[in-house]
């Protein structure tokens, strides 16, 4: 249908209202060949009269729309029956789509003439929008709808959890009141004085013990634990200062063991042995505080105080006949006439007789802390073959040999009485802890800047742990024990501090059973 067409001479009017109506209209034959179209659907989608009349209606749909066209629409109106609102997109110029709504029925334009397909085209763009529109509403209504309902779950969850965590919460202070009282307990109960103090030198923790350390330290005051007033004093018994409190040094995160003070006033002082670990915070790491503990060893160094006054008077009272003894063995040797074989027993007797004298003065130096050196020149290997020679009895009642690995002549500056009793009592050890009989080497060496004496047997060893307090005075080993072997405990302890006085080092290595090895490194000095 067209401007002026011949079937309707009559329809002026009725083709000016056709082509001006607000929605379009499309006049198709039974196959979808579009016979007619008015302005306003052309105007809409922009599209030609020459194209769109003659085409076929589904080459104005996309894919999609045409097979829902062919299966519906085309069916109904074959039907005899007519379709309403079918949502389809118009194809129209540069391919733009335009929604829109098809309702059509067919019917024929005159007697006789063929039937045709009326289609009215809506514009559904408007409608289309408020459709979406409305499907965003209710699409956000529903997430509402779905959030409150999760809110008013997560709030229920919260409340029990909530609930939970008040009950856990009750628990925990009544567990953490009962630890409290079970930590002040065990606190209260150690007879060693503790404390948590933070950086203000500040108790957050303390036993009664701490408090009545504290108040004995500060007789006449309370400072508040801070250390302003307190009676400290230093091994010496000296007054410290105030920085080198054991308090103010803990608060400043200094870690120390066995720090000795005495506290409180004069004629009135106790011993404390103070040792304080820093705290951390568990996760930044840092500084928080330290804990701080002091054990009373005030009976402890009175006892060692009298076995020191006991050590020198008796070593001192021992010294006095060894001197005469080892004077009138001198006088003896001075005599010309003296058989040769009288005259070696006689060494042998006089070189013990020193060596005794050491060995009591060296309890006398143990009480006192004297050990002076009188250092001169001496050859080494020569001192290694008098103590071969002093022990050669013993090793021989023990069944023990001994070989050497040391050259003719060894010259180096040490003190030979202190150097020849650490040979004495490294050679005396080895064979008493060979009761069964074995083996002994000595090997001495010089190496740069070094002298380096070695004593190994293949005698009853030490454990591990032996091994870690070998060098204590009176120390001796289980195995020793129960083998009762003699001995005082003092050999090792008393060669250790004869090494280092001498700038040098001792070590140990043995096993159960396998023997012992003693390395000592002297400095080298001509």
């Known amino acids: 249908m067209g401007h002026g067409d011949p079937r309707h001479p ?21 196959d979808g060949t579009i016979l007619g179209v008015n302005d306003t659907f052309l105007t809409w989608t922009g599209l030609k009269r020459d194209v769109v009349q003659g085409a076929s209606l589904l080459d104005l749909f996309p894919v999609g729309d045409r097979i829902v066209y062919a299966a519906y629409a085309q069916h109904r109106l074959a039907a005899g029956r007519s379709f309403s609102e079918l949502a389809v997109d118009i194809v129209g110029h540069n391919e733009h789509r335009h929604p829109a709504l098809l309702s059509a029925t067919r019917s024929t334009l005159g007697s006789g003439e063929p039937a045709v397909d009326r289609i009215i085209v809506f514009d559904a763009a408007q409608r289309r929008g408020y459709e979406r529109k409305l499907e965003v509403a209710l699409r956000r209504a529903e997430e509402a709808e779905i959030a409150r309902t999760k809110a008013e779950a997560e709030t229920t969850a919260q409340r029990n959890i909530l609930a939970e965590t008040a009950h856990e919460l009750c628990m925990a202070l009544r567990q953490s009141r ?146 005469s003894i ?103 050890n080895a064979i008493k802890f060979s009761p069964g009989g074995g083996h002994i080497t000595i090997a001495a060496q010089h190496t740069t800047g070094h002298v380096t004496v070695e004593v190994s047997d293949t005698g009853i060893g030490m454990t591990p742990e032996e091994l870690q307090v070998a060098f204590t005075k009176f120390f001796r080993s289980g195995s020793v024990i129960k083998a009762a072997i003699p001995g005082a405990g003092l050999g090792l302890a008393i060669t250790k501090n004869i090494v280092e006085a001498h700038h040098g080092t001792i070590a140990l290595a043995s096993e159960p059973g396998r023997g012992t090895t003693v390395t000592i490194i002297l400095p080298f000095r001509k």
């Open 178 to 323: 009962r630890n409290e009282s079970l930590l002040n307990t065990v606190l209260n109960t150690v007879d060693v004085g503790i404390a948590v103090v933070d950086t203000e030198a500040n108790a957050i923790v303390n036993n009664l013990r701490y408090q009545r350390d504290l108040e004995h330290a500060t007789p006449n005051e309370s400072d508040g634990g801070t250390g302003s007033g307190l009676l400290v004093y230093g091994p010496d018994r000296t007054p410290l200062g105030y920085r080198e409190i054991p308090l103010l040094r803990a608060a400043r995160g200094e870690s120390f063991s066995d720090s000795l003070i005495w506290i409180g006033p004069p004629g009135d002082q106790r011993a404390l042995s103070v040792s304080a670990r820093p705290v951390s915070e568990s996760e930044s790491d840092d500084f928080a505080g330290s804990v701080i503990a002091y054990g009373d060893v005030t009976q402890l160094i009175d006892a060692a105080a009298a076995k020191d006054d006991f050590l020198a008077n008796v070593s001192h009272e021992l010294r006095t006949p060894m001197t």
């Open 10 to 30: 009559s329809s002026t009017n009725f083709e000016a209202l056709f082509h001006q109506a607000p929605a379009g209209y499309l006049v198709t034959q039974t």
């Open 326 to 428: 080892v004077g009138y063995l001198d006088l003896v040797l001075d005599e010309p006439d003296l058989p040769h074989h009288i005259v070696a027993p006689l060494k042998v007797t006089l070189r013990n007789s020193e060596r005794l004298l050491q060995l009591v003065s060296d309890l006398l130096s143990t009480a006192t802390s004297d050990n002076v050196l009188a250092l001169q020149s001496v050859d080494l290997a020569e001192l290694i073959r008098d103590s071969i020679c002093s022990a050669a009895s013993r090793a021989a009642s023990n069944d023990v040999t001994i070989t050497t690995d040391i050259p003719s002549t060894l010259p180096v500056v040490l003190d030979p009485l202190r150097i020849g009793q650490v040979l004495d009592n490294l050679l005396s």
